[in-house]
Structure formats: structure tokens, C-alpha cells
């Protein structure tokens, strides 16, 4: 085990990178196929390898923490900062989304009507469910701090309770946008309206599943008593991830349903 | 008034955790039912996280001690063979580091500002 005089993790050779590189190839190039002949074949073979490869990686990942105990300070101080600029580079993203929002609404063009919504746009009222839905969110924030405090308190019954009551809250707020898309009186293709709307609200979608999904994975681990008192940070990354959905959730509300409608 | 439920229900829970007692001596699998990291760390973070609670430091994880460098107090450097390579840097900010090898034995001197280094044995934990 200590043939090493550093603290540090020197991973064993790993397929996974491989395989994911292999799976983004597919995905890409099977994007294009199925735009121009119709066929899902090469990017579903992409997305089932992609699914496999986060699968197999994230499982090693446990493995070589929780079970085999690499997962040292300087090591698990690493993944903090790994998590944080992945976090950042997600928050770099989105405000891409936003400037293209403003962009377009600060100087309302003459084909719009010079106005913002845009003429014959009716836009969704943002104290009905989208004010429910930052409500879920906000919410489920507190949940998660919650999840957290009772890890660290040793309470197995509560972390389990509060985190199952994060994820039900993120299904909720899925839910709840899923049936606003479906009775939506405007499209993606009303104009950059319609754009801008939906790719920011829909990115952000993506994340909240994204969340839901690490965060189930969390509460998997937590029933089976990976998590010690001390160290959890896949639980800390889950939070500060779902933290981060809540705040860009905010943002949309404020910039997108709130002064843009 | 789906989402007032909720809340309060949230709020309810948040509530409650706080006004439960924090068994302080009974943490871990015997009380709440986490384990605590004395009882399930394994492996090399189990390792160093008995060193450290004797205040050992067996795989430098911190900033080396500081020495004056003299002959009478000179910098103690821990290997794990019979020599190890020193980089001095004589003054504050300079760029140019100072490489060279440390033996086992008599303490060698920097041969730029002539600071004393002393090779110890250091023993990893197996």
C-alpha cells in the first residue's frame, strides 16, 4: 500500500477516458448523421457508451476512495478545486445564455415591434408557476443544508429523509417545467424570443436532472454507509452543484420571467 | 397552495433538526448511525490520519520546519534512501535555484550562500 513517500493518487491505467473520448466522437459525428440521413443509429451507440463510461468511471472513483482509501487530504482537496472550476466553467456558460438574452431585449429590434416581449408574444406570468418553482427550488435548498448538517451530526435517519426530500423536490420542480413547456403559448421558433427563452430555461432543465441524478447517486451511497462524518465530499460536490442550479434558476426568474415579460 | 405545504413542511423539518440534541460522545454507528472516519477509514487516509493525530508527518504533507541554517542548526532534510536532491534558494525571490545532492553524513553546505543541510532517515510507515 505505502510505496509511495507522498500522499498523493497515482491512479491506475483506466479505459474510461478512452471510451469517453470514443463516445463524444460517436455522439458528434451521429449528430450529424441523423441530421442529414435520418438515422439515430451512430450518436444512441454514442449516448450508451457515454452512459457506460460515466457508469464504470464514477464507479472506479468510489471504489479507490471510499474502499480503498486514496482519497487523501491534499487528494480530496484536488477534487474540491476540480468541482469548483467545473462549477465555474458551468457559470460561464450560462452567462453566454444571458448575454444573448439581453442582447436582444435591452434594444428591442424593429422586427419585433421595438418592444420587449416581443410583439404577439404572450408571455408566461411569472407569480404563477414560475414563482411555485423558484419556491421548490429555494426549498429544496434548505433541504440539502439540511442533508449536510445531519451528515456531519452523525444522524443516518435525517440525512436520509432530507436528501430523499431534495430529490423529490428537484422531480417536482421537473415536473412542474415540463407541463409549463407543454402549455407554453409560444414555441423555440417564435422568433429570439421563443431562442432565448427556451435554450436558457431548457440548459437549465438539463442541469436540474443533472443535479437530481448526482444527488440520487449520493443518497445510493449514503444508505450504504459510504459517507463518514468527517468525509463526504461526493455529497459536498452534489450540494455546491445543486446550489448552483438554484442560483442560475434565480437568475432566469429574475432576468428572463420577471423583467422580461 | 401546494407549494405553501411544502414549504412549511420544509421549514418544519429545518426546524426540527435543529431543536434535536447533538449526542456529542456518542457519534458514529453506535448513536446517529454515520460512521465517523476513525471507524471506517481505510487504507493510506486511514495511515495518515493516524500519524497526524500523533503529529507525525510520514508523507510531507506540511511545509518543511524551518532551520536557520547554521552549523549548529542546520536544515534537516528527510529521506527515505541515502541522498536526496536540495534546491536552495539562497535569498528571498531569487530565481536561480541551487540544485544539488544531499548525502548521507556530514551536514553539506549550499554552494552558493553556504546554508547547512543534514540528510535524516525517514522512515515511511509500512
Redesign the interface.
Known sequence: ???????YHMVDPSPWPLTGAVAALLMTSGLAIWFHFHSTTLMGLGMALLLLTMYQWWRDIIREGT????????VQKGLRYGMILFITSEVFFFLGFFWAFYHSSLAPTPELGGCWPPTGITPLDPFEVP??NT??LL?SG??V??AH???M???????I??LA?TIL?GF?FTFLQALEYYEAPFTIADGVYGSTFFVATGFHGLHVIIGSMFLAICLLRQIQ?H?????HFGFEAAAWYWHFVDVVWLFLYISIYWWGS | MAARLLLRSAFRAASTCRAAPVPALTRGMAAGGIPTDEEQATGLEKAIMKAMKEGADPYSMMKPKEYAGSKADPHLVPSITNKRIVGCVCEEDNTAVVWFWLHQGDAQRCPSCGSHYKLVAHQLPH
Not at chain 1, 474502499?67 to 491534499?74: I, L, M, S
Not at chain 1, 451530526?153 to 440525512?159: D, F, L, N, S, Y
Open positions: 500500500m505505502a510505496h509511495q513517500a507522498h500522499a474502499f480503498q482509501g486514496h482519497h487523501t487530504p491534499p414563482l411555485l419556491a421548490v426549498a434548505v433541504t443544508t439540511w448538517h445531519s451528515i451530526e452523525g444522524e443516518r435517519k435525517q440525512a429523509q432530507s426530500l423536490l417536482y454507509y459517507f463518514t462524518s468527517e468525509h
